[in-house]
C-alpha cells in the first residue's frame, strides 16, 4: 500500500481489502484528471478519502444508521464508474423518463458522465448559469472553490465523503443576485450499468445568490435493469431572500442503491423548500441537511415514499436552527407494502441563539400490508428556552371511520381505499409549487399506486 | 310510488325486535319502529339509551352484533346490505361527528358519491360542469359558501359547518330514508335554523326523515309526526309531537318511572 493513503475500515473487517480498489480507484482518477482541475480540488477529495477512511460504511450500531443495514453496499465490489463508462442514451428515451415532459433547460448525466447532446443549456447573456461541474471547475475556479464541500462536510456521514473523494461530475446552477426563473431546471441521472457495484457519484452544486428565485428538480431513474450504486450529493446555498425550490424524484430500479445527501446553507430572510419523493431502488437513504444561518429563514421538507416487495426507504433529516426567528416544517408520508420497510429520522437541533424557532414535524405512515415496518425517530435537541418545536407521528392501516363515511355515500370500498390512499399521498404531492413538476408526479405517483396490487384489494 | 304499491308494502322502513349490542354487551333489546313515505320521526332518549347505536346500524357500520330482530327497508333485509349499497338504495346518515377526509377533495368526493348512486338508479353521470350547476343551486339551501367544495372533506370546517355539510350533502344526494343522528349538537340558534329550514325543504311525499336527538329543541323547527322515546335499549313510549313537549318540560324521569318494568 502506497504510503500517504489511509486504510479503509469497513463493518466487516475492520482491515480488509475494500481499501485496495479504493485507493487504486483513487490513484487512477487522479492521474487521468491531471492539470484540468483547479488545484484545490485535489486536497478537497483526499479529505473526503481520509475521512472515509477513518469511518469506514456505518453500521447498525451507529445511532444514525439504526433501521437502515448498508451492509449490501459495503459488500459490493468497489467499483467507480469512470469516464468511459457507456453513455449512449438514445435522445428521445430522456423524454420517456419521469419529468421527461417538461421542457426548458435541462442537463442530463448518464451514469454519472454528463451527455451534452441531451442536455439543453441556458440561452447565453442569461443570468443564470447552468454547465456541467467539470467545465465549471474550469471556468470559475474560484467562484466554486468559496462553496464547494462547505455545506456538505465531509465529516457529516460517510457517504458524502466517499462521493467527495470520488465525484465524477454534476450540475452547478448558478442564479445572479435578484434573478427570477421561472421555468424549473431539471437534471436527469440516468442509470444504465448492470455490473455489480458500479458506481456512479453525482455532484452539484446550487447557488442561489441573494434575491434570486429558482426551482431545480432532479430525476433518478433508470434505463434497462441497472443494478448499480448512487451516490450522490447535492449542496445548496440560498443567499439573502431568495427562493429556492428543489425537488427529487428518485426512481431507480428495484435492484439499485441509492444514497442522496442534500446539504443546504440558508441565509437570512430566505425560503428553502425541498421536496423529496422516493418510489424505486432496492435500498435507498437520503440525508438531507438544513443549516438555517441567517434571520427569520423559511425551510419546508416534504416527503413521500412509496416502498414495496423488499424495498428499504429511509430519510434522515438534520435541520440546525443556528440564527432566531426561522421556522422549519417538515412532512413526511410513507405507504409500505409488502415486507418493506420505511424510516424517518428526524432531528431538530436548535443553537442557544435561536431564539423563537417554530419547528415543526410529522411523520405518517400507511402500511398496507401484515410483512411492512416502519421506523419513525423525532429528535428534539433544544437550547433555546424561547422556542416552539413540535413533532408527531403515526404508523397504521387507513381509518376506518374514513372508509364508512364515503362508503355510507355510496362509494364502494374498493374505490374508498384506494381515494384514501392517494389522498394519503397527494398530502405531499400537492405541496410542490412547481405546477408542471407536480403535475407530472401526480401522474406517476397515481400510476405507481394504481400497479400496486394491495390497493383496491378487499381485505 | 304507485298506489298498488303502496297497499302493498306501505312501509319504507320497519325494524323487528332488533337486538344489538358490542362486545357481548347488549344496547338495543327490542326496538321496533315502522316508517312510512312522506312521515318525520323522531327518536328521542337520555344518553346511553341507544339512539346512536340505532342510527349507525341502520347505515352499516361494522362492529355491531345484531343478535335478534330484522330490518326490512322496502322488501330487502336492510342488515344484509353493504353501507354503500344501502347509500345507493337511498339510506342517508347525517353523521353526529362528520369525520374530516384529509387530501379527499369536497367536490371530487361528493361528485363520486352521487355518480354511484345515480349509477344504481341507472341514470347517466353528470359531468363536472352539470355537477357543478347542481351543487351551486344547493349550496344555497344551506347558505354555504362555495370555497368549501375546493377543500378537503370536513377539514378544518367548524363544528356548525360540519353540520350543514351533512345536510347539503343530504340534498344533492337526495336520499329516500335520511337518519339525522344528533344534527342540532353544537349548533348555535341561528346555524339551526338554517339545518332545520333544509331538511324541511327537503321533505317530499315520498322520503322520510328520522331524527335521533337527545332534546326537544330540534323539533322547534322540525315537526315531526311521531316521537318515539328510546331508553335502555326499548322504545317505552310513542306519542305525537306533544310527547316532546312533555319530555322537555318533565324530563325523561317521568316516563321511565311510568315504564313498569323500571318502576
Redesign the interface.
Known sequence: MPSGYPMIATPQNRETSVADPLLKSFERLEKSRGEESPSWVFPVRKAGLARFAETGFPTLRDEDWLYTNVAPIANLPFQPILDFAPRDVASGSVDQLPLGKLGGVRLVFVNGSFVSDLSVLPQKNSRLRVENLKTALIKEPNLLEMHFAKSARVDDNPFTALNTAFFQDGAFVHATPDSTLEEPIVLFFISTATGLGNTSHPRNLILAENGSRLTVLECYAQIGEPTGFTNAVTEVVVGESAAVEYCKFQDESPEAFHVASIHAHLGARCNFTAHSVATGARLSRNNIRVKMDGEASDCVLNGLYLTKGDQLCDHHMIVEHAKPHCTSHEYFNGIMDGRSRGVFHGRILVRPEAQKTDAKQTNKNLLLSDGATANTKPQLEIYADDVKCTHGATIGQLNDDSIFYLRARGIGLETARRMLIHAFAGEIVERIQCAAARKELDDLIWDRLEQNPHVAERR | MSIERLIRNPFMLEIRNLHAGVEGRAILKGVNLIIRPGEVHAVMGPNGSGKSTLAQIL????GYDVSEGEVLYGEKNLLEM???E???EGV??A?QY??E????NSTY??K???N??RK?KGLAELDAVEFLALVKQKMKLLDLGEDLLKR??NEGFSGGEKKRNEIF?MAV?EPKLAILDETDSGLDIDALKIVSNGVNRLKRPDNAQLLITHYQRLLNYIVPDHVHVLFDGRIVRSGGRQLALELEEKGYDWIIREEPQFA
Open positions: 347505515a352499516g357500520r361494522e353493504d353501507p354503500e344501502r347509500a345507493r342517508f346518515l353523521f362528520p369525520v377526509i384529509p387530501g379527499v368526493f361528493l363520486a358519491a352521487l354511484e348512486i344504481h378537503p372533506v350533502q344526494l
